[in-house]
């Protein structure tokens, strides 16, 4: 179960000699600009139980900003959030990894961090590696990687940490076009796995083929949910 009660998100942000920024960041947030921080979420009150919801909104909507709050990423600056069963989050295809180490240790690192016992993630960590295809560049630094590569490894390791809740972003549409029905098809089966996953994304025909329920965001704000 997901459950936000009356959740607000700030950015802080300096102004100072930022006047090329600030008419980016307005651009984008509009009317969320306060004086020193930008309104990423507003009043956000639900409830989730089982079943696939996608979130649907522009960028800078506050859709990504929902996930990484649910994922623990982020703190509220008000509000309350209760998360009951583990989480899984292929939110960002960075996040969690040491550029500075290799592919092999990154995926081991992730699997400590999970909590899996040291007999399961020897035969994951062989799984993983022969499943991202990447061969002899799982010996080098991640730093080395191309954004495809970087992709391959991030989505695989991820894929194989189940959890009772699935937070998926965008950046599982950045599969090149050879991985990308893989990817679709294993991302259908790990979605089966899960109680509660959560989509992100500004694609509605493609979340609409795959939620039961769309969370239609705007400005840092709950629309509507249908």
């Not at 984008?28 to 009150?45: D, H, P, T, V, W």
């Not at 089966?189 to 979340?207: G, M, W």
Request: aromatic letters at 8%; charged letters at 25%; hydrophobic letters at 40%.
């Amino acid at each position: 179960m997901i459950v936000l009660e009356n959740v607000f998100l700030n950015y802080p942000f300096s102004d100072k000699n930022l006047s090329l920024r600030r008419n980016v960041i307005n651009g984008i947030f509009g009317s969320n600009i306060r004086q020193n921080y930008i309104e990423a979420l507003k009043k956000i009150n639900l409830r989730l139980e089982k079943g696939i919801y996608g979130l649907y909104g522009e960028n800078g909507s506050g859709k990504t900003s929902l996930l990484k709050i649910v994922a623990g990423i982020l703190p509220p600056s008000s509000g309350k959030v209760e998360i009951s069963g583990s989480i899984g989050s292929m939110i960002n295809i960075n996040f969690g990894f040491n550029q500075e180490l290799t592919g092999i240790e990154n995926i081991e690192l992730k699997l400590i961090i999970e909590g899996i016992n040291k007999n399961k993630r020897e035969d994951l960590i062989n799984i993983i590696g022969k499943e991202t295809e990447l061969g002899q560049y799982l010996y080098l630094p991640i730093k080395t990687y191309s954004s495809g590569m970087r992709f391959r490894l991030a989505f695989f390791t991820s894929l194989y940490v189940e959890s009772d809740i699935l937070l998926l972003d965008e950046w599982i549409s950045t599969a090149d076009q050879k991985l990308k029905d893989k990817v679709d098809q294993l991302i259908l089966e790990r979605i089966s796995k899960s109680k509660i996953t959560l989509i992100a994304s500004h694609n509605l025909e493609r979340i609409k083929k795959i939620c039961t329920k769309i969370i239609f965001f705007g400005k840092g704000e709950i629309l509507k949910v249908a």
